[in-house]
């Protein structure tokens, strides 16, 4: 599986940013498909994930209400949109795709085998 994320940029507090994340090599759909982010000298974490059943939506608590993931099957992409920019959003995003993940793992980066390149966000205040 390879993925490319694409959509960073620098932006002002309040601004919005679309971030794109391609999969290939994909065999089927059935991964569940996340975001995770990691600032300077932090600790990578998660920001959101979208499941493969139902279209589940899941997202860290400092971003709900302002980011949305979303996905296009039929062009093996993820997306997250996000309003309402903070400085504190600052950090270069990953994408990440995991079949067979349980629902408890979702949220843990070390559960992911799959990683895109990473895609730096700068939210400037």
């Known amino acids: 599986v390879q993925l490319q994320a694409s959509g960073g940029g620098l932006v002002q507090a309040g601004g919005s940013l679309r971030l794109s994340c391609v999969a290939s090599?994909?065999?089927?759909?059935?991964?569940?498909m996340s975001w995770f982010r990691q600032a300077p000298g932090k600790e990578r974490e998660f920001v959101s994930a979208h499941h493969w059943s139902g279209g589940r939506t899941f997202y860290t608590d400092s971003v709900k209400g302002r980011f949305t993931i979303s996905r296009d099957n039929g062009k093996n992409t993820v997306y997250l949109q996000m309003d309402s920019l903070k400085p504190e959003d600052t950090a270069v995003y990953y994408c990440a795709a995991q079949a067979g993940i349980i629902l408890s793992s979702i949220r843990n980066y070390r559960h992911y085998d799959n990683w895109g390149q990473g895609t730096q966000v700068t939210v400037s205040s």
């Open positions: 090599g994909m065999s089927s759909s059935r991964h569940v």
